[in-house]
């Protein structure tokens, strides 16, 4: 008989715990729970982009986009990706160079509409003639109005946390993969190769995972806002 009121009490016992737990659990659900997010990594095979060997804007956009696809899978988000390794996105068959530039912007346009995702971020690099020029800036196209807060929320977070530049997000009008999505979203240049000091600094993993991080932090913003 004992044994028998001992076994009941730890039932209720467990029952007790197990009702005062189970909310605690149930309430807790990750920020990005629900949330798609497509990540475009610019460039990509016989393409290298901006730079050039061994700091190719190909190269550094996937690293970069790697890290930023961690960042929002342990925010909860689903997060898709229009290449994951060295490739552009033209036919195998096609030789031109200029064909293929045409169809790889093609297929990431596809990629981007059919996803079904609730906002993309293409990653970029940049590199011009002066040297001088340094720091982040996101891009966005007018033909959907939630893009320009998105990168605006993230300009807001890479300058807080890169700090190397004020700039502003800017409207920009002749970007193919930002004119032609369907869905909300942006461009992020994310430094300078052609600035010898923040080439170095796109190299490191550290750096890369700090942008990463900075641009992780603007979706959120945008995503919790809304």
Known sequence: MKKILFIVVLVAIAAF?????????????????????????????????AGSEPALEKDIALSVSEKLREFL?????????????????AQEKTESVRTR?????????????????????????????A?????????????????????????????????NTDRQPAEIGHVYVLKEADIPGALVEIGFLSNPVERRLLESEEYQEKTAASISRGILRYLTQK
């Open 17 to 49: 715990v197990y009702n005062d737990v189970k909310p605690a659990f149930n309430a807790w659900r990750p920020p990005l729970a629900g949330i798609t997010i497509m990540i475009d990594p610019g460039h990509g095979g016989m393409d290298g982009g």
């Open 101 to 129: 530039k045409t169809e790889d912007l093609k297929k990431r346009r596809q990629l981007i509409n059919e996803s079904n995702a609730d906002l993309f971020v293409s990653i970029h690099l940049n590199a011009i003639p």
């Open 131 to 163: 040297e001088q020029w340094r720091g982040a800036q996101t891009f966005y196209s007018s033909h959907l109005p939630e893009n320009q807060q998105i990168a605006a929320d993230i300009q807001k977070e890479l300058i807080g946390n890169l700090g």
């Open 73 to 89: 899978n342990g925010q909860g988000a689903v997060v898709l990706m229009t290449r994951e390794e060295d490739m552009d996105l």
